[in-house]
Structure formats: structure tokens, C-alpha cells
């Protein structure tokens, strides 16, 4: 028998829409700037942290971890950063069953490039927007999140979920 469900109250109701509609105009709005420079934000993404890691190469699960995207989604990233020059894959040196992703020399000058165009659109549409104290809550607010998350990565099994009678 199913629980009764603990709704939102009105105020709940009113902060839980904002933060659905902000977070995808927010993603939209970083995205269309990213695009100006022929590059989309997943892309950017995935660039992004390979130059924050060693070497600048990850094995392609890690990378689909870092980024909370399906390791398909990543590899189809990565095929077409591969084929403008920007990544390079390998097999991985430790068991030959993983793949590495690096990033190349063009890679690299690319992110170089449109960091500032995305440093310069994450500050004009969040950070600006925002009092400190109120990007600071939210970095919190998203760093619990996250923990809680971390903590309990289960996603419910579609086929354990009970089929609705018509």
C-alpha cells in the first residue's frame, strides 16, 4: 500500500518551481553563449575538467561520473571533440579495457579560449545576479545536495517500480 505523500507546502511549492525554471534558463543562457563560440556546454564540460586533470587525460568513466552524464552521452562528446582535434583517445595503461581520454595541444588553446567567454557568462547570469551571502548559501544549499546524493546514488530500477493499472 502506497504512503501518503508529503507535499510541498505553498512556499515549498513556490521555491522548488524557481529553482526548475532558473537552473534551466540559467543553462540555456550559459549554453547560447558557449554556442557564439561554436562549442556547446557539455562540450565545454568535458574539455573543462580534462584540463583540470593530471596529465590532462581521464579514463571515459570517471569523466561520465565527474560530469553526471551516461557514459554513451560521453562517448558521443567525445567522438566529436575527437574530431575537431580537441581530445584524443586511447586505451587506458593500466588494464587495456578502459579508454582515456586526453586532451591535445589544440584542446588545450581551445579551453584557454572559451573559459573567458564562459567565466565572463556565469558571472553576468548567476553570479552578479546574487548578493555574496546569497551565492554562498546557494553553493551550500548545492553542496548538501551533493552529499546527500553521494551518500545514496540509487535510482530506482524501472522494472522494480510497480505498473500502473489502467
Known amino acids: 500500500m502506497a504512503s501518503e505523500a508529503r507535499w510541498l507546502t505553498a512556499d515549498e511549492q513556490v521555491s522548488w518551481r524557481a529553482y526548475l ?34 596529465d590532462d587525460r581521464l579514463r571515459m568513466s570517471a569523466l561520465a561520473d565527474l560530469i553526471v552524464q ?28 578502459g579508454v582515456v581520454l586526453e586532451l591535445t595541444d589544440e584542446g588545450r588553446d581551445a579551453i584557454r579560449r572559451f573559459a573567458v567567454t564562459h567565466v565572463e557568462s556565469v558571472r553576468r547570469h548567476l ?12 553553493g551550500e544549499a548545492m553542496l548538501a545536495v551533493d552529499a546527500a546524493y553521494q551518500a545514496d546514488p540509487t535510482t530506482p530500477d524501472p522494472a522494480a517500480c510497480p505498473t500502473m493499472e489502467p
Not at 553570479?127 to 546557494?138: G, S
Request: with cysteine; aromatic share 4%; net charge neutral.
Open 127 to 138: 553570479v552578479d545576479v546574487l548578493r555574496p551571502d546569497q551565492f554562498r548559501a546557494l
Open 21 to 54: 525554471r532558473a537552473t534551466r534558463e540559467l543553462t540555456v543562457a550559459l549554453d547560447r553563449d558557449l554556442q557564439c563560440e561554436g562549442i556547446s556546454l557539455p562540450e565545454y564540460e568535458l574539455l573543462s575538467m580534462l584540463s583540470e586533470a593530471d
Open 70 to 97: 551516461s557514459r554513451s552521452r560521453v562517448t558521443h562528446t567525445a567522438a566529436r571533440l575527437e574530431r575537431r582535434g580537441w581530445v584524443q583517445r586511447r586505451p587506458a595503461p593500466d588494464d587495456g579495457r
